[in-house]
């Protein structure tokens, strides 16, 4: 019915422009009779075609030079479908993501015409996604390469991205700072695409999208996701349902086996939410997921007790990183950063610097815990304190090496106090360097 109506309108008003145009004076009345009652057809074919329009028929008609030119648009049905077909590879991500930008903002030009079968997807009781990100796609191949080798019976390889994504010390620092991610021209994931387009209609039908696939999602980057979108259009509304999401997920979600960076990341973002909303509620269950069932550390977890509880963490995660069940030492590195937080204001991570800096089987690695006492938290007490806890170590030690580290740590320390010394005692020496690993939030 719409194609008819278009080819009427463009038949009559390119037959009307030849008629019009060509035809000699009119010498009778009969002649402007007629004129107007073609005039009155084409007008109540193009209301009827504008009508159309409007219900999501996205036909157009251009007039130039009296010639009549119909365009359809594809229906948000059809560019969906064309969208879960789009897959970006090494050789033509460009190109492909160029596709996908063009049927995003198809889908937005949409408006609200778009939300039934944009709805319909991102509800599927099972949800597919198609993962747009580099990163995902190296994660992906390294599964694959991992099955691979499972399969012939040879050693699991652990790729790049896979290894340090699931290592304690990846997930812990990835935590850190996970959710300060701005959004970028392309989407990260077909998904997500979807969610940006729903939220860019806006009005209260895309509000309601949004909520109800808050309320299904079962993975942490969507909850992170939604929560920042929700937030932009109704404040702290849904602050508690994301919590209540995220404390749900995190209770029966685990690491490890998952074939998507995306979902191997999931703890890491649920995680990253409770710090945001100071969320000290999930404290008692967070602190038995810091080791995992295979011995590995919940870096995530680590941050997140760290983060809310401060130096009341300390003496829980000084035990756990002497747990004997514990079975990657580079995992400790994640407890270890946390402890260092709080140099010079508590016994056990003055402790655990002493027996760190002193350690030479973790050779020059060791030294990086001296950036911890130039980091953090900067008041004149705690500086002092750490200046009395150089000395003690120096006091016992004959290691020319870690002495002359220390010697210039302490001079950096005394030029934060007093900036007047730089003159005499310069930087401070090595440790100017080693803050860069331990920037903290000065006070």
Do not use: C
Not at 39 to 59: V, Y
Not at 128 to 153: C, H, I, L, P, W
Request: charged share 25%; no cysteine.
């Amino acid at each position: 019915m719409k194609q008819v109506i278009a080819i009427l309108v463009a038949t009559l008003v390119g037959a009307a422009a030849t008629f019009i145009l060509k035809s000699p004076t009119p010498a009778s009345a009969g002649f402007d009779a007629d004129k107007e009652k073609l005039k009155e057809q084409i007008a109540q074919l193009r209301s009827d075609l504008k009508n159309t329009d409007a219900q999501g028929n996205r036909i157009t008609t251009v007039e130039k030079e009296k010639v009549i030119t119909v365009t359809a648009r594809i229906k948000p049905e059809e560019i969906l479908q064309e969208l879960m077909t789009v897959r970006p590879g090494d050789d033509n991500r460009q190109q492909t993501m160029r596709r996908v930008i063009h049927y995003m903002v198809g889908l937005t030009d949409a408006g609200e015409a778009a939300f039934p079968p944009i709805k319909e997807f991102l509800m599927q009781e099972n949800p597919v996604d198609v993962e747009y990100e580099a990163n995902a796609m190296a994660f992906d191949r390294e599964q694959a390469t991992a099955a691979a080798a499972k399969s012939k019976g040879e050693d699991n390889p652990q790729g790049r991205v896979s290894g340090f994504v699931r290592s304690g010390f990846g997930s812990y620092f990835m935590s850190r700072d996970i959710l300060k991610q701005n959004r970028q021209l392309a989407p990260r994931s077909l998904r997500l695409g979807l969610l940006d387009v729903v939220a860019d209609i806006g009005g209260d039908p895309a509000e309601a999208i949004l909520a109800s696939v808050l309320a299904k999602t079962g993975r942490g980057l969507e909850v992170a996701y939604l929560d920042g979108l929700l937030e932009k259009i109704a404040g702290d509304t849904y602050r508690e349902q994301v919590l209540e999401t995220a404390h749900l997920l995190l209770k029966h979600s685990t690491r490890g086996n998952t074939q998507s960076l995306f979902d191997e990341t999931s703890r890491a973002y649920l995680f990253a939410l409770l710090v945001k909303y100071r969320d000290s509620t999930f404290v008692d269950i967070a602190k038995t997921q810091i080791i995992t069932a295979d011995g590995r550390v919940d870096g995530a977890a680590v941050n997140y007790l760290s983060s809310v509880l401060g130096e009341k963490a300390v003496p829980l995660l000084y035990a756990k990183i002497n747990d004997k069940s514990l079975t990657d030492d580079g995992d400790k590195m994640a407890l270890g950063d946390a402890i260092l937080k709080h140099v010079g204001t508590n016994a056990d991570s003055d402790k655990f610097f002493a027996e760190v800096i002193s350690d030479k089987k973790l050779g020059p690695i060791r030294f990086l815990a001296l950036g911890h006492l130039v980091g953090g938290d900067n008041s004149e007490q705690t500086l002092r304190n750490r200046q009395k806890l150089i000395q003690s170590i120096k006091a016992d030690s004959k290691d020319e090496g870690l002495n002359r580290m220390l010697d210039g740590t302490n001079n950096r320390i005394e030029v934060m106090l007093d900036p007047t010394k730089a003159s005499t005692l310069g930087n401070g020496g090595p440790a100017g360097i080693l803050e860069l690993f331990n920037p903290g939030q000065k006070k």
